[in-house]
């Protein structure tokens, strides 16, 4: 992991461990519509995202890409442990700092890819989801520009009653 010696102990440390942490608003069926009717846009959204009876009997569930998100989060919740970072390297995905730990001097970016896991469980009107981002690995290589860094991401989405809604994964590159 540390052959090209990006990773330092420190941050290899950091590991597993959340340093990004979000609760939203109780979701709503207008929330369910909006979001619906604008990814679906210009063509009509699916009839049971509208559906005012299954709404009424407690049916009505959220499109699975729902982001609870999009209008904010109702709070965030820092680790403590955050230091001041270059401005630079944070926009090019540094998150080292949010636990504590100085990024590597790395002051460009790429997105490396998503992925999102979904559990079966839905979102449903009256929801409260609360996510925790951690860093699932760091992979060193070499690239034609030279030494990259490949941190790899992950955030947990759960619902008020502590069950896994979604795990949305992320990669980002860093030379």
Request: aromatic fraction near 6%; proline fraction near 9%.
């Amino acid at each position: 992991m540390t052959e090209l010696g990006l990773v330092r102990p420190d941050m290899a440390a950091l590991v597993g461990q959340p340093y990004g942490a979000a609760v939203s608003y109780p979701v709503t069926a207008s929330d369910i519509r909006r979001w619906a009717i604008a990814v679906h846009f210009p063509e009509p959204p699916p009839a049971q995202y509208l559906d005012p009876e299954a709404e009424a009997q407690g049916r009505l569930v959220a499109p699975l890409d729902l982001d609870v998100f999009a209008w904010g989060a109702a709070r965030t919740e820092p680790t403590g442990r955050e230091i001041a970072v270059d401005p630079v390297l944070e926009m090019y995905g540094a998150m080292e700092h949010h636990l504590g730990v100085a990024p590597p001097d790395l002051p460009h970016g790429l997105h490396g890819g998503a992925s999102v896991d979904y559990t079966g469980v839905r979102i449903r009107p009256g929801d409260v989801i609360a996510t925790a981002t951690v860093i699932e690995r760091y992979l060193e290589k070499t690239g034609r520009v030279g030494a990259m860094l490949i941190t790899d991401l992950a955030t947990t989405w759960t619902n008020q009653a502590g069950e896994t809604v979604k795990v949305a994964r992320m990669s980002q590159i860093r030379y």
